[in-house]
């Protein structure tokens, strides 16, 4: 099946831990991104990256760091610096910036 | 600063019957426009993109509009189904900020039998 899988679904995290979300696509798309979607908010953009080995902060990176050393795969770290971790995480990708971008089914990040 | 406003935040409608998303916004000059069904506790998909030269654009039962003089679009859904329950999401790229996508809250829509 083509597409972008996120994984875990659910993720429970300590209070001064660290964590990784993983975002996996096999389109072949050149740009990834990772958004967080909380309750009733639009959904903002924490890190970006249009090509291998590059990537750009977002609105709201502070806390978040990323990596894209394949062109598959663009993780993002949850970082113990993030005040307010808990949200819904979406990553998504497409062929540029400028064409339609689809969205994995999301990580809910839960801090306990 | 650009802003991208939905209303309502919420909507309950029978099965069968029609209804009206809106999407007022202030961003400017925008690439183009895109509506988004997101089921709840996954990932938005697709369901419209129009540029800014489009006024119209459909995908079965789901019809958006747009309308440059008055900075609103709407999603209009016809015969709503019980599986057209889900928070609906217009997106604005725009061009200043390079090509980034704007967000709207969304509106969440509860289909009843």
């Known amino acids: 099946d083509g597409g972008i899988t996120q994984s875990p679904k659910y993720l429970f995290r300590k209070e001064g831990q660290n964590v990784t979300l993983s975002c996996e696509q096999n389109l072949n798309h050149d740009a990834m991104y990772w958004y967080r979607q909380d309750p009733g908010q639009g959904l903002r953009l924490i890190y970006y990256?249009?090509?291998?080995?590059?990537?750009q902060k977002g609105d709201i990176a502070e806390g978040y760091s990323v990596s894209r050393e394949k062109k598959e795969s663009f993780p993002l770290t949850v970082t113990s610096a993030q005040k307010n971790p808990t949200a819904f995480y979406l990553c998504?990708?497409?062929?540029?910036?400028?064409?339609?971008?689809?969205f994995g089914q999301g990580t809910r990040l839960t801090v306990v | 600063k650009n802003q991208v406003e939905q209303s309502p935040q919420s909507l309950i409608i029978l099965e069968g019957k029609n209804c009206t998303l809106q999407?007022?916004?202030?961003?400017?000059?925008?690439?183009?426009l895109r509506w988004y069904k997101q089921d709840t506790g996954r990932g938005p998909v697709s369901l419209t993109i129009?540029?800014?030269?489009?006024n119209t654009k459909s995908n079965g039962r789901y019809t958006a509009t747009l309308d440059a003089d008055t900075k609103q679009s709407s999603l209009h859904i016809t015969a709503s189904q019980l599986s057209d329950s889900a928070s609906y999401i217009c997106?604005?790229?725009?061009?200043?900020?390079?090509?980034?996508?704007?967000f709207g809250g969304g509106t969440r829509v509860l289909v009843k039998p």
């Open positions: 997106v604005f790229m725009i061009k200043a900020a390079g090509n980034k996508l704007t």
């Open positions: 990256s249009q090509i291998v080995n590059d990537f």
């Open positions: 998504a990708s497409s062929f540029t910036e400028n064409t339609e971008a689809f």
């Open positions: 129009m540029t800014f030269s489009e």
């Open positions: 999407c007022n916004y202030t961003v400017s000059p925008f690439s183009n």
